[in-house]
C-alpha cells in the first residue's frame, strides 16, 4: 500500500480523540488501499478504522459518511461511522478529510459458495428499495457520461477504437427510461465481508449514485459470478433468484441484463484504463484494463438466451450441490 499520510502514534491518538473513543492500545496500518490511508486502532473495548482520504475533497467524504449513517438507519449491513460528539462528521487534518468506521470483524473472500449468493443478493435488493438522498450523484461515476474523456483524447491507443463501439452497442441496447435506484456500484468480492458461510457486510460505497437498478446488477454479475470461462451462469441464477425473492425486475431489466453485464466489464475496463493512461499514468499498469475487456466481448458474444433463462423459475438439485 502506498501511505500517502505516514502518521506517529500521537498523531493518531490526537485525531482518535477528537472522535472521543478512549484510550488507544494499538496501532496498525491496513495493507490494500488505493488512495487512502487506514489505520487499525484499538481501545480496551472495540476496534476501529481510521482513514485519511488523500483523493477525496471534504464535501466528498461528507457524503460518503452521511450515505453509510443513512444505511445503517435503514438497516444495511455496511460500515458504521463514528460520529464525533462535537465536531463534524468528518475532521480535518493538514486539510485532508477524516473519517472513523467501526472495525468490521470477517474475511475477504476469493469467491462466493453456496447461500452466499442468495445473502449477497437480498441485501442488494434492500440496497435497491431504499430512497436515494438528494447528496448522491445522478450518474454513475465511470459510466457511459464519461467515455468521451478516452474517446476524445490523442492517445493513439487501439483501446479508443474498441471503447467507441462497445459505447455504440451500448447505445442501442439500453434504453432511457429504466427503473432507478440507490445502488452501490462496484460490487466486487473485496467489497464484502463475509465469515464462513454468513454475509457479514458491503463496504465501500464511494461509488454509490441514483442509477439504473440494473447496472448494479450487471455489475455483480461481473465481479461475483465469475469462472474461468467467463461468467458462471450456475452462480448467476442463484444471484438473481436470491434478488428476485425481495424485488422482482420488470421485462425490460430482464431483456437488457445482458447488456447491463456488457456495461459493467466496459466501464471497469474504462476505469482502469483512464486511470493508469490518462490521469495516473503508470506504464506498469497500462494493460490493467485488458482483463474486463475482455470479459466485456466474452459477454457480448454469449447468445441472449442464456441471460433470459437466468429467470426461469427452477432450481435443480446439481446447482445446488456444485455451489454447495
Not at 474475511?107 to 441485501?123: H, M, P, R, S
Not at 438522498?133 to 476524445?152: A, Q, T
Not at 474504462?270 to 503508470?282: A, D, M, S
Not at 499498469?285 to 459477454?299: G, P, R, S, W
Amino acid at each position: 500500500m502506498a501511505l500517502y499520510n505516514c502518521l506517529d502514534r500521537s498523531a493518531v491518538e490526537g485525531l482518535t480523540r477528537r472522535f472521543g473513543i478512549g484510550d488507544i492500545t494499538d496501532i496498525s496500518v491496513i495493507d490494500g488501499g488505493h488512495e487512502n490511508t487506514s489505520y487499525c486502532v484499538e481501545t480496551n473495548s472495540a476496534r476501529y478504522v481510521l482513514t485519511i482520504c488523500d483523493q477525496q475533497s471534504l464535501k466528498e467524504v461528507t457524503n460518503l459518511a452521511n450515505l453509510l449513517v443513512y444505511l445503517t438507519d435503514h438497516g444495511i449491513r455496511t460500515s458504521r461511522v463514528v460520529v464525533p460528539p462535537k465536531e463534524p462528521i468528518v475532521i480535518l487534518h493538514n486539510e485532508k478529510p477524516v473519517i472513523l468506521k467501526h472495525y468490521i470483524d470477517g474475511d475477504i473472500t476469493a469467491d462466493l459458495t453456496g447461500n452466499l449468493f442468495v445473502q449477497l443478493a437480498e441485501e442488494m435488493a434492500r440496497l435497491h428499495e431504499i430512497s436515494a438522498p438528494s447528496y448522491l450523484p445522478k450518474s454513475f461515476p465511470y459510466g457511459r457520461s464519461y467515455f468521451p474523456e478516452v474517446i476524445n483524447s490523442n492517445l493513439g491507443h487501439a483501446y479508443i477504437d474498441w471503447l467507441s463501439e462497445k459505447n455504440s452497442y451500448l447505445q442501442q441496447r439500453i434504453p432511457q427510461h429504466l427503473p432507478m435506484a440507490l445502488i452501490h456500484g462496484d460490487v466486487f468480492l473485496d467489497n464484502m465481508i463475509v465469515q464462513g458461510d454468513q454475509f457479514i457486510a458491503i463496504i465501500d460505497f464511494e461509488q454509490a449514485c441514483h442509477y439504473y437498478r440494473c447496472f448494479d446488477l450487471g455489475m455483480a454479475i461481473v465481479g461475483v459470478c465469475r469462472d474461468r470461462e467467463g461468467i458462471s451462469f450456475e452462480k448467476a441464477g442463484r444471484f438473481i433468484r436470491g434478488y428476485q425473492k425481495e424485488i422482482t425486475l420488470q421485462s425490460i431489466e430482464r431483456e437488457t441484463l445482458k447488456a447491463f453485464a456488457v456495461y459493467a466489464a466496459v466501464a471497469t475496463s474504462f476505469w482502469h484504463f483512464r486511470h493508469h493512461h490518462l490521469r495516473t499514468p503508470e506504464p506498469r499498469l497500462y494493460d490493467k484494463h485488458v482483463e474486463m475487456q475482455t470479459l466485456a466481448d466474452i459477454i457480448a458474444k454469449y447468445p441472449d438466451s442464456r441471460f433470459t433463462e437466468l429467470f426461469a423459475e427452477k432450481t435443480t438439485a446439481a446447482t445446488s450441490g456444485e455451489l454447495a
